[in-house]
């Protein structure tokens, strides 16, 4: 099945510094949504964004649904030891019935 | 708080045994699906359910069945385990499209290991 496209792939920064990451697609989606991922647990929402051009915030993380609905990305304020895991994206569309279409992930490292 | 619940965080199975993972949502969500996730290769679907008994397969269910007798419930089987199905296993529902907020939420996983 088809996959977004994240960058970086993985990253690597300073306690302290600010993040950010992004998620494309080569086909539009209505809903796009972000996830984190501990070693050896389930994503977690972070955040959730329904309308094309919507910016959204949950505490240090903001979010935007890019206006061309190909894109979006997820910036970090702020990093601390506690944000280091996977972050997923996932795009939903009616093209796509009712299932979702998740990027690889980005790794995020912080370093003290 | 919304809650995805999987019957085993660990399970240790053996090559053709019949396995059974279990996943419960207290939201009343009307999808439920199964994911399984490798290194290197994402999260993949294995297969979704839209309603009670219906079941659509994803991109790999090749020696899988799932079973969906009520809302809550969704239960993926390995007819006959074998090593290539070792994974961490995810459960996720959410509701159906067309409806306000319809996004996924997770259980905690399941690592199988197939010896």
């Known amino acids: ?112 | 708080d919304v809650k995805v619940t999987q019957s085993s965080r660990y399970l240790v199975k053996r090559t053709g045994e019949k396995v059974f993972l279990e996943c419960v949502q207290d939201m009343d969500h009307e999808n439920m699906f199964w994911y399984r996730q490798d290194p290197g290769l994402g999260l993949r679907l294995i297969y979704f359910s839209y309603d009670v008994k219906m079941k659509e397969k994803g991109d790999i269910p090749e020696g899988y069945s799932v079973s969906r007798e009520k809302k809550e419930r969704f239960s993926l089987i390995l007819e006959s385990a074998s090593t290539n199905q070792t994974s961490m296993y995810l459960c996720a529902s959410s509701f159906k499209l067309g409806t306000a907020n319809t996004e996924a939420f997770f259980g905690q996983g399941t690592r199988l290991t197939v010896v």
């Open chain 1, 1 to 112: 099945g088809q996959q977004l496209n994240q960058s970086p792939q993985s990253m690597f920064i300073q306690e302290g510094e600010d993040v950010s990451m992004n998620c494309t697609s080569s086909s539009i989606f209505n809903t796009w949504l972000w996830y984190k991922q501990d070693p050896g647990e389930g994503p977690v929402l972070l955040i959730a964004l329904y309308k094309a051009g919507e910016l959204t915030s949950n505490g240090r993380l903001t979010a935007q649904f890019g206006i061309t609905r190909k894109d979006s990305f997820l910036n970090i304020s702020a990093s601390i030891p506690s944000d280091v895991g996977i972050y997923f994206c996932a795009g939903q569309d009616d093209n796509y019935g009712q299932n979702f279409v998740f990027g690889p992930g980005t790794r995020l490292s912080v370093l003290p």
